[in-house]
C-alpha cells in the first residue's frame, strides 16, 4: 500500500510542478505581449509561411520519418548486441572461461560508453565508411546508434539477469540443462519481464539522440528545422515546432512505459 501511495504521490507533485511552469510561461508570454491582436496576426504570418507556403510542413513530416527510421533500426541492433554483451559478462561470471569474450565485452562498454555519440557517428561516417559514398547515411547512422545503444543496453540485461534469484540457474541445473539452457528457457524470459520498461526509455533517447544525425547530412525532424530556418530566414518557429513534436511524442512514450510498469507489477503479484 504504501509504494501505491508513494507513486500517487510523486505523480500528484509532477502535476503541480507541470502546472506551476505552464502557468508560469503563460504569464511570461502575457506580458511580452504575445496575446495582443498584431502579435497574433504576426504569429498566423509567421505561421503561414514557415509551414503552409509550398506545404513546408511536408519537410517535418519527412524528417519525422527518418528519425523514427532511424531509432527503430538502432533499437533492434542495440537489443541484439547489448543482449549478447549482458549475456558474455554473466556467465563469465558465472564460471564459463571465456575471458577473451569477456574482456572485448567490457573493452566495448567502457569505449561506447565513454564517448560521445556524435563523435561516433562522425568517425562512422567520415572515417570507416569514407569510401563508401554509394552507401545511404541513414543506415550508417542506424549502425552507429545502434552499436553505441548496444553499450547501455547491455548493462541493462546484465542488471536484468542478475536479479533473478541464483536459486533459478541452480534448479534449471539440477533439472539436467545446460548452463545455456537454462539461460535461455528459465533467466532471459524472467529477465527480459523486469528490464521491457528499462527498454522503452532506452528507446525514448535513442529517439533524442538522433537528432545529431543532421550532422552527415541526414534530414531527420532536426535537420528538417533547420531546413525551413534557410528557407524562411525565421529563427525562432521552426525550431520551436521541432521541439513540440519532440516533446509530444516522448510524452506519449513515456505514458505507455508507465501503463507497461504498471500492468507488469499487476502481474507480479
Known sequence: MRDKFSRHDGAGRGDVLLWIVGLALLYLLWNSGFFTAAAWQDFNRRFYQNFVKDRRYMMLVDGLKSTIFMTSGATLIGVAVGLILSVIRVAYKGGVPIPLLNKFAEFYITVLRGTPAMVQLLIWNFTIFASARDLNTQYIAILAFGLNSGAYVAEIFRGGIESIDPGQ?????????????????????????????????????????????????????TRAGQNIQALTLEHSQPLVMVAIIYLVIVLFLTRLVRKLEEWLSRGRR
Open 169 to 221: 540457474m541452480e534448479a534449471a541445473r539440477s533439472l539436467g540443462l545446460s548452463y545455456g539452457q537454462s539461460m535461455r528457457y528459465v533467466i532471459l524470459p524472467q529477465a527480459l519481464r523486469n528490464v521491457v520498461p528499462m527498454l522503452f526509455n532506452e528507446f525514448i533517447a535513442l529517439l533524442k539522440e538522433t537528432s545529431i544525425a543532421g550532422y552527415i547530412g541526414i534530414d531527420d525532424l
